[in-house]
């Protein structure tokens, strides 16, 4: 994600919440463990946030569907 119009050189703290993933008839995908690169801004106030996460199966055995999973998550940012 680009952030912009940010204080510049300024730490942030990025938080995510877990989610699931759910589609069709299969099971749902949990996501998890989410990492950040505690990205800082520049000195025009500009900085980029890169998200990765681990996902994960119910352990269950039941098939999953192909096709398109959606699902939410909350991202909150603070400037420090």
């Known amino acids: 994600y680009l952030l912009e119009a940010q204080p510049p050189n300024t730490a942030l703290s990025v938080t995510v919440t877990d989610g699931t993933l759910s589609g069709g008839a299969g099971e749902p995908f949990s996501v ?5 690169n505690n990205p800082s801004t520049d000195g ?3 900085a980029t946030v890169y998200i990765g996460a681990t996902m994960g199966t119910t352990g ?5 569907t192909s096709g398109g999973y959606s699902g ?3 991202m909150v ?3 420090q």
């Open 32 to 36: 998890t463990n989410y990492t950040n």
């Open 44 to 46: 025009a106030g500009t």
């Open 60 to 64: 269950s055995g039941a098939p999953y």
């Open 72 to 74: 939410s998550v909350t």
């Open 77 to 79: 940012i603070d400037v």
